[in-house]
């Protein structure tokens, strides 16, 4: 198994910043994907960004330019900065990585979420 713990969530005035963290740890013999998506009230789950173990980085529309995604590796540990927050920012934060486990076998896992409100 795999857990995935997440921090960073809060309350955010719009225009404002925060940084999310997600590290995961257990039966990790290397990590490929590494990723954030969101959910906001009413919504479906969206992709927010990923980054691949080499570096290779995908956003979606609504936040080029304005997150920045990142890992280190040598920790396990994904980056989400997000800037110049915007109202319909406000969701829950899901991590989520793509796992080849010690077994050789690759797994999808998910965090619990951290919520992140953009509100004045």
């Known amino acids: 198994q795999v857990q995935l713990v997440e921090s960073g969530g809060g309350l955010v005035q719009p225009g404002g910043s925060l940084r999310l963290s997600c590290t995961a740890s257990?039966?990790?013999?290397?990590?490929?994907?590494m990723g954030w998506y969101r959910q906001a009230p009413g919504k479906e789950r969206e992709l927010v960004a990923t980054i691949t173990a080499g570096g290779s980085t995908n956003y979606a529309e609504s936040v080029k330019g304005r997150a920045t995604i990142s890992r280190d590796n040598a920790k396990n540990t994904v980056f989400l900065q997000m800037n110049s927050l915007k109202l319909e920012d406000t969701a829950v934060y899901y991590c989520?990585?793509?796992?080849?486990?010690?077994?050789?076998?690759?797994?999808?896992?998910w965090g619990k979420g951290t919520l992140v409100t953009v509100s004045s």
């Open positions: 257990g039966d990790i013999f290397n990590i490929n994907v």
């Open positions: 989520h990585t793509n796992v080849r486990t010690t077994r050789l076998t690759y797994s999808d896992y």
